[in-house]
DNA sequence: CCAGGTGATGAAAGCGCTTACTGTGATGGC
DNA sequence: GCCATCACAGTAAGCGCTTTCATCACCTGG
């Protein structure tokens, strides 16, 4: 209620400096201890420090040193699992070297990462992770490309994680075994004699889709497995487009005894929407994910998926950031996925005529 | 591959000036458009602009302008989805005034929340939203409520969200009504016919854990129904502990017919716990959380909950922060719950010997 | 007793911007 | 036709720090 006077003016070196009856040099030298301070001098100006309450002026310190403390982050959606859980390991790492993470949520955007990019340009952020949404038209990823070199010549750093690496930035990335991990999960389902699989993928002109698509269709062709066209719908990375195509396929009175989808999300949505038609997880229908969430286990019924290291992944691309791991040849280090059997995978059920 | 020559010094308003044959004063007017400059002046000046790339220098800004971009978010864990989805309500607000978020996790630890408060003030933050984590140690809040004076001092604004106020600072809160909806719960579980409920508390001395605690307390009081104290358990916001706890409950042969946890992340524990019980929920035993997380639609079965408007709660805050909206009276404003009534939840079973 | 160290401190020049405060010509009222 | 007015543009003084360079007292060896 006391809407009390604010004050205009706080603190500064000099003040502490007056105080302690020391240049402003010294209080420098204690607080950053970058240079020798005698004990008895080091002493007064920690007292007039605490005294006075004073707390150093960030931006100052940066436009001085030409340092700067904030590490930005750009992201999809940070309410989404699958950022927040890499933004966790970002910031479990960041926080080591006392920097500070701004997130920045395109919601898919395009133009939006952009400016977000110029954005922390101008804080001079030490270093951006770029993450999700690589979307592949050629006239943004130029853009990008512009922004991510005007980035590094401004001596800043740049990382991408979960997406590729930009054409002509000495930009490493941390990505995914997608198609190995889709791959893997096309054989578990082969293997356990499904022949009519239907397919869920992400949005298209994305690499994790066609990635992901691409490691499911070859281990397919491989096994001699056909992919019917009329099996594989396309739609963003959630679970309306889960549950929607789910429903399209089923309304399309298609026969298949799995369905996999690019990420957990859409599984979700497509739980659901089996569910909703009375179909039997896993005893009619097989249903397959990519990323294990933390929230497959507790799914109906709990959801058999590849899992991803996203925390990992987001702790690796900070430290490379903060260049406290060695950036690997090539540029682009790749973590492997991991199949997770759980209850939503079964044998096809045995039909009277066989199909095919 | 190509390891580039790091540029030392970059574009500076200078050389802009310089470039367009004017003064860094016209150039500084014509990029913040502060004061009137003419057609052809600003042409020029923009055009030596994009020449040159200029990316205005944010640390100098702010220190001459004294004026900051950035918006702290002091949040328990990012990848709990409580937690992310009212960062996203902070930041999609915060992105219309181009502010920057950045993000804090304190993992709980009432230490880091301080740590990070003064890092946040090093900075200058322009606001800071302090969300979760209301531990209520004396203590702590003092020197909490110390920190949010001085950042208040400085110039900056400081605003709760989903935790009460902190004595003798001149922050607004946006909170919850966690009585209201605890007790909304009690009585419908009450009415259905439920006499022996569990519940599962959050961990002790949080204010969230109080007031929940204390809604479905005075509710069940309120309907005569007695509150047995070996079905009363505490332990921290998350799935482990639902699981744990409900595990011990059983082991004990606690009888209930209902198990009320303090949040859904609880109830996914419990879920899991009962079923591996082989108790078939809701016909043996209903189960309700609180928070309403996306999630709770596709658990197994879909949870009943009360569902708190996170997003908003989070958008609302930062709003309050931006000054873009008024304090109410008294400071603080409670959103409120709303029952969602899923398929957790169902009548008793109805048993030959009553127990009460 | 003094040249040459050595170690702690101070003076001052920026870092790149904003923003009073001053100048200007060009206008317009009388 | 002259001076107040006006609409821009420039000058320069910071904002609060870091950091180079100079200083100064004091010590050590010859």
New binding site residues.
């Given amino acids: 209620m006391t809407s009390r006077q604010r004050a205009a ?2 603190v ?3 003040d502490v400096a007056a105080r302690a ?6 209080v ?2 204690v ?2 201890d ?5 004990a ?2 080091r002493d007064r100006v920690t007292r007039a420090v605490r005294e006075l309450k ?1 707390v ?2 960030g931006h ?2 940066a ?4 340092t700067s403390m904030v590490v930005g982050v750009i992201v999809n959606d940070v309410s989404d699992p699958f950022f927040s859980q890499i933004v966790r390991g970002i910031q479990t790492e960041a926080a080591h070297d006392g920097k500070l993470v701004v997130i920045c949520n395109t919601e898919g955007e395009p133009a939006r990462e952009l400016s977000y990019l110029e954005l922390l340009r101008q804080q001079r952020a030490h270093s951006v992770l770029l993450t999700g949404a690589a979307v592949d038209d050629p006239v943004h990823l130029a853009e990008l490309a512009e922004q991510g070199r005007g980035l590094l010549a401004q001596g800043g750093r740049l990382v991408l994680c979960g997406r590729p690496r930009l054409p002509d930035v000495d930009a490493p990335a941390v990505t995914f075994a997608n198609h190995a991990g889709a791959s893997a999960l096309a054989r578990h389902l082969v293997e356990l004699g499904h022949r009519r699989i239907a397919y869920l993928t992400g949005p298209l002109g994305r690499t994790t889709t066609a990635e992901r698509f691409a490691g499911f269709r070859e281990q397919l062709a491989a096994a001699g497995v056909p992919l019917a066209p009329e099996l594989v719908l396309s739609g963003g990375f959630t679970r309306a487009a889960g549950y929607d195509n789910t429903r399209a396929l089923l309304a399309a009175g298609a026969e298949f005894t799995a369905l996999v989808t690019a990420n957990d999300a859409m599984a979700f949505g497509a739980l659901a929407a089996l569910r909703e038609h009375g179909i039997d997880v896993p005893d009619q229908v097989s249903v397959a994910g990519f990323d294990d969430l933390p929230f497959c286990v507790d799914s109906a019924p709990p959801l058999t998926t590849v899992r991803l290291p996203l925390t990992e992944a987001g702790a690796l691309a900070a430290r490379l950031a903060a260049g406290r791991e060695p950036v690997p040849f090539g540029g682009v280090v790749t973590l492997q996925g991991e199949l997770v059997v759980r209850r939503t995978v079964n044998r096809p059920p045995s039909q009277p005529g066989g199909q095919r």
Same sequence: chains 1, 2.
Avoid: D, F, I, M
């Fill in positions: 003016t706080s500064t070196l000099a009856g020391v240049s402003p040099a010294t420098s030298r607080l950053n970058s240079y020798p301070v005698s008895s001098t004073y150093v002026n100052a310190r436009l001085a040193a030409s």
